[in-house]
């Protein structure tokens, strides 16, 4: 997409829009999120979900600690991982307002007993280099997760521009992957550096830590959520979650871990305190009349730069789905190897929300794991409420919906694939449905609807052979789920079969 039609596709999204009823995205997000978190296996998680500067609603489900079986409280601590990033570019631009800190400035300007430098040219690094990851600084250089406390922020990024170009252990890859500016390499490394000049440049001669408490985290009213301090860091907050390692069906409590990489991912958080800096981006620097950030720095931070992960990188924040109304500004994060979290805004529906999970899925990272699953559906919902206003449908239960979405597949697979002209007579689809079991082992109760999948082979039966009939189906007011609960639900029933999507 040219930059242009991106510029121009997030101008039309930060526009108000008619605001879904908030009442009704917290009651299809109440029968959603704990199916979500089912369907993933992790043990718990936060959400907390918020529109024009206030909390709509904040909830814990599941367990903080499983062995002891310990509710998920709403205002449990979590680590935040890279949900840290945002803080340290803010604090950046923050200082780049008063005039202490320069975002084109050679960065070796501000550095006293280190230099940097990236071997591949052609020019010196800047700031906002690093804000945009195009430093062409790579990943390789993983040393910073230990079983015991880690270097300071200092010593730790002394030591590592130091050393030679490093490889990685499969003898290829090289920390630096490619010219300054030439394209956008995701860098803890480089975040690290930005909140090292967050603390050498700053006027005050605060840490990193003290900075953002300071002038982030204290005026958008943040308590609980801290960084703390780069060395001899005391005990761990007393309503911190038991983070774990999900590998295959085995929860694994994960050990303390310490990283030197404090500016890139060793936040403490909340995820309705997490919320307050989302909303302050939402509101173009401010929530609640609390200025963190002007308009103007705001912006660039949400403006789109380089092409990353199927969208944009904007400066540190993750920029999605530009150009369509349901645009959005992002961050995750996950903190070894025990958290994975999400922090979403959707400027159009100035609607923010942020999930905390306590498990690291150590064999699969992707969009079909429960913090992904919600923000995708609260984004997928908010635009279709928009598209199609007080659209009706009827209130089902899970396990209707489930059965629905069976009903759909099975007829699919009758009629449209196999290309069956007869058709099942009632008696026939009733018997089917009645008749349903589950596998040995499980049970069908409270996840089988036999009417569910009546209605669901009944209502593809007209189009099972149409694909793009199909499409315009599944993603209308006619499909009797919300078509934002499809994806869970096929991932329920183990697939969508040939069906295609919408």
């Known amino acids: 997409m040219a930059i242009a039609a991106m510029l121009l596709g997030l101008a039309q999204a930060s526009q108000a829009a008619p605001a879904p009823s908030d009442a009704r995205l917290i009651t299809a997000l109440e029968q959603f999120v704990p199916q979500a978190l089912r369907v993933d296996g992790a043990p718990g998680l936060t959400i907390a979900v918020g529109r024009h500067g206030e909390l709509l609603w904040s909830r814990g489900y599941g367990f903080a600690d499983v062995a002891r079986r310990m509710p998920m409280p709403a205002d449990a601590v979590g680590r935040a991982g890279s949900m840290s990033k945002p803080y340290t570019g803010t604090a950046v631009m923050q200082l780049v307002e008063r005039g202490v800190l320069a975002l084109d400035q050679p960065v070796n300007q501000y550095l006293t007993d280190f230099k940097v430098m990236n071997p591949l040219g052609d020019r010196d690094i800047t700031a906002r280099d690093l804000m945009t990851h195009s430093s062409g600084l790579s990943e390789v250089d993983a040393r910073y997760a230990e079983l015991s406390p880690a270097q300071s ?28 500016g030439e394209r956008a390499s995701y860098s803890n490394i480089g975040i690290t550096l930005l909140g090292h ?7 005050e001669h605060l840490s990193y830590a003290e900075y953002v408490r300071r002038h982030i985290q204290e005026p958008l009213g943040i308590r609980v959520s801290h960084f703390p301090p780069d060395v001899d860091e005391p005990a761990q907050p007393a309503r911190l979650s038991t983070g774990y390692a999900a ?7 994960a050990p303390r871990l310490w990283t030197p990489v404090h500016p890139a991912g060793t936040l403490y958080a909340t995820a309705a305190e997490h919320l307050r800096l989302v909303q302050a ?22 403006t789109p730069t380089l092409p990353f992960a199927g969208g944009h990188v904007g400066m540190v924040w993750m920029l999605s789905d530009e150009g369509k109304p349901n645009a ?13 979290n999400a922090g979403v805004g959707f400027p159009r529906y100035d609607l923010g929300v942020v999930v905390m999970v306590n498990r690291w899925p150590m064999q699969s990272v992707g969009a079909n794991h429960v913090e992904s699953l919600i923000t995708d559906f609260i984004g997928r919902w908010i635009q279709f409420e928009e598209e199609h206003p007080g659209a009706a449908r009827p209130s089902h239960s899970w396990a209707w919906k489930r059965a629905y979405a069976i009903g759909l597949v099975m007829g699919h697979s009758y009629h449209g694939t196999l290309q069956a002209r007869t058709r099942l007579t009632p008696t026939q689809l009733r018997a089917m449905g009645t008749g349903a079991v589950a596998r040995s082992g499980t049970s069908l109760t409270g996840r089988w609807n036999p009417a569910g999948y009546v209605a669901g082979y ?45």
């Open 247 to 253: 590998i295959g069906d085995v929860l694994l409590p």
């Open 458 to 502: 009944e209502d593809i039966l007209p189009i099972a052979t149409d694909t793009q009939a199909i499409k315009s189906f599944l993603g209308s007011t006619t499909v009797k789920v919300h078509p934002a609960e499809l994806e869970l639900l096929f991932l329920d029933i183990g697939g969508r079969g040939a069906l295609p999507a919408p």
């Open 153 to 180: 922020i200092h010593d730790y990024l002394v030591s590592v521009f130091s050393r030679s170009d490093d490889q990685g252990p499969d003898g290829k890859h090289v920390r630096w992957l490619g010219k300054v």
């Open 197 to 203: 000049l967050v603390a050498v440049t700053n006027p």
């Open 281 to 302: 981006f939402l509101g173009g620097g401010s929530v609640t009349g609390i200025e963190i950030l002007s308009p103007a720095s705001a912006k660039a931070m949400l």
């Open 328 to 340: 959005s500004f992002n961050h995750a994060g996950a903190y070894m190897y025990g958290w994975f």
